[in-house]
C-alpha cells in the first residue's frame, strides 16, 4: 500500500487528481471507476480545469460508479447519477454512453447489479478505482459486516452512514435505507485503487483501514490484499496512523527517485 500523506485537502485533491490525469493521458481509453460524496468533489474540480485549461481529453474513457440509492431515479436532485452529472459529467467531453452508474429504480435489482458487474467485464474491467471512506470504514457502501468476496448487490444502509450522510438530504428520514454498491470482490478486480481521505473524522477509520487486522468490520481494509493501491491522505485524516513518519520518508524517497529518473 502506497500512503500519500499531504499538507492539506486541498494538497491531497491534487495529487488524486494528478493521478487520474496521467492514467488518462497515458490510456485515452481507460476505464475509470469513480465516487461520490464530499471527498472527490474538489478532485473532480481540478479534472474539469485540466480539460478546459490543458485539454485533457475524455473523449474514449468509460465510467463505471460504484454506487446509487435504491428508489431515487437519475434525475433525484440527492441521487448520484444526478451528483455526477453536476459534479464532473457536464463539464468535460465524457461521452454519455460511456458513462454507468448503478440503476437504484430497476424493476429487477438483481438481475440490473448482475448486468452492472457484465457491462464492466466487458469494459475490459477497471483500470483506476477511485474510493472514498465511510466513518464506518466502508468502501462504496460495503458496511461493516459485508463480505470481502461481495459482488454488485443491494445493501442496507448502517445508521451511522444514514446519519452522515442526512447532510445531502437535509434531514435522516428522507436518505434511502438501501443503496446498489460495487462488491468489495468488485472493487478488488480493478487493476489499480486510489482511495481519498480528508478530514479528522476520517483519521479513525484510516487507521483501521491501513494499519489494522484485515476484517470485513472495516470492509476497506480488504485494499491490504490489492497489489496496486495507493491511500491519498490529508495530515488531518492520516491523524491516528502509528507510521506515517515512515510512510512520509518513503514517499519523498520515492518521489526523488522518480525526478532522477525523468
Ligand atoms: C460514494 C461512496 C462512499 C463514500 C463515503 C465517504 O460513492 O461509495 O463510500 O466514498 O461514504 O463519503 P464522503 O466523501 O461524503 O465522506
Redesign the pocket.
Known sequence: MRVIIEADAAAAAATAADFIAALVRRKPDAVLGL??????VSCYQLLIEMHRQEGLDFGQVRTF???EYVGLPATHPQS?HRFMQEQLFDHVNLQPERCQLPDGVADDLPAACAAYEAAIREAGGIDLQL????TDG????NEPGSSLAGRTRVKHLTAE?IR??ARFFGDEASVPRLAV?MGVGTILEARCCLLLATGAH?AEAVRAAVEGPVSASITASALQLHPDVVMVLDEAAAGELQRSEYYKMAEAAERTRSAAAE
Open positions: 465516487a461520490t460524496g464530499g471527498t472527490p460508479n460504484l454506487d448520484y474510493l472514498g471512506i465511510g466502508h468502501i462504496a457502501f452512514t452522515d450522510n454498491t476520517k
